[in-house]
T-cell receptor, first 112, second 109 residues
Framework: DVKVTQSSRYLVKRTGEKVFLECVQDMDHENMFWYRQDPGLGLRLIYFSYDVKMKEKGDIPEGYSVSREKKERFSLILESASTNQTSMYLC???????????FGPGTRLTVL | GENVEQHPSTLSVQEGDSAVIKCTYSDSASNYFPWYKQELGKRPQLIIDIRSNVGEKKDQRIAVTLNKTAKHFSLHITETQPEDSAVYFCAASGNDMRFGAGTRLTVKP
């Protein structure tokens, strides 16, 4: 059973803070993804990584960065959190980029 | 890149009725079309998928159809039950995967 875990289910931060969201998968998948989920907008891709230390921008990378130092771990960083980054953040992994995605439980981030 | 549109955004049916959700995609290179179900407070999970060499696939009460010429695919749920209530996402994948905006299905007992 693929397990994708995220460091927090709920997080409350203040405007301007640096925020780290962490994701770990245990299936040795090459590819990992960060999505943002907002009502009516579906799942929008922020960044993905196809290998350690490799990253590609998704559709909405502005205001975010990522880090992948180990194959199993993919971190999303908000350098200076803003209120418009209040959202549900979902991590996912897959064997190949275009394959079935396995999602983590999500982190609901509130920026005050 | 790929663009996926999904309709309707909300759907309410009586228990036992059928539900149909439709998606269109833009990239003719897309060849894999999964559907995900997300129950309230839970992660999205794959419920059925179809590849471009197949026109239809069924798994018990759910089925997916694909029309590659028209670039659209649909999810059909028959004999709906209250536990089918969830948000459903379609996706289209070629070089990368893009998701539709989601359909909130409510099945009224």
């Amino acid at each position: 059973d693929v397990k994708v875990t995220q460091s927090s289910r709920y997080l409350v931060k203040r405007t301007g803070e640096k925020v780290f969201l962490e994701c770990v998968q245990d299936m040795d998948h090459e590819n990992m993804f960060w999505y943002r989920q907002d009502p009516g907008l579906g799942l929008r891709l922020i960044y993905f990584s196809y290998d350690v230390k490799m990253k590609e921008k998704g559709d909405i990378p502005e205001g975010y960065s990522v880090s992948r130092e180990k194959k199993e771990r993919f971190s999303l960083i908000l350098e200076s959190a803003s209120t418009n980054q209040t959202s549900m953040y979902l991590c996912a992994s897959s064997l190949r980029v275009s394959d079935e995605k396995f999602f983590g439980p999500g982190t609901r981030l509130t920026v005050l | 890149g790929e663009n996926v549109e999904q309709h309707p955004s909300t759907l309410s049916v009586q228990e036992g009725d059928s539900a149909v959700i439709k998606c269109t995609y833009s990239d003719s290179a897309s060849n894999y079309f999964p559907w995900y179900k997300q129950e309230l407070g839970k992660r999205p999970q794959l419920i059925i998928d179809i590849r471009s060499n197949v026109g239809e696939k069924k798994d018990q009460r759910i089925a997916v159809t694909l029309n590659k010429t028209a670039k659209h695919f649909s999810l059909h749920i028959t004999e709906t039950q209250p536990e089918d209530s969830a948000v459903y996402f379609c996706a289209a994948s070629g070089n990368d995967m893009r998701f539709g905006a989601g359909t909130r299905l409510t099945v009224k007992p």
